[in-house]
């Protein structure tokens, strides 16, 4: 059985794993290599779905830190928190209808939904890794 505790640490690097692979999955389709696009594509998708289970895992066993930095830090966490939430929300439809598309071959309607839906989806990769290097790295809760 895997320590809860391990989990914040997990989907960070589930995270930045995402991450990568939409890059990858974005320089393979731009240099039209569609095949691996496609491959990219469907282990963003796996990944960022063992990282949903992960973290709803995690919020079932695990009390959500108060974030310990003070100042203007403060400030700039919550905000980016925010953003990252409701992003992450917001990104579960727009990858449904984006891979919908593509299975459909409806290229131009998922052409232009992954105008949208690839900028939110590695924006929120990235600032859920910048949610947990300041919750867990940079200002961490005392040990209690």
Do not use: D
Request: aromatic fraction near 16%; proline fraction near 3%; charged fraction near 10%.
């Amino acid at each position: 059985m895997i320590e809860i505790s391990i989990l914040p640490h997990l989907n960070a690097a589930l995270n930045a794993i995402a991450g990568g692979v939409l890059t990858a999955g974005f320089i393979f389709i731009k240099t039209g290599n569609r095949r691996a696009h496609k491959i990219s594509m469907i282990l963003a998708m796996c990944v960022s779905g063992v990282f949903l289970i992960s973290y709803v895992t995690l919020r079932a066993y695990a009390p959500i830190f108060e974030f310990q930095g003070q100042g203007a830090v403060r400030v700039f966490y919550y905000i980016m928190l925010i953003s990252h939430v409701f992003l992450a929300t917001a990104i579960v439809p727009l990858v449904i209808f984006s891979v919908l598309h593509a299975f459909k071959s409806r290229f131009a309607a998922h052409k232009r939904i992954t105008r949208w839906t690839w900028p939110v989806w590695i924006y929120v990769s990235i600032s859920g890794i910048g949610v947990y290097l300041m919750l867990y790295q940079f200002y961490p809760a005392a040990a209690g």
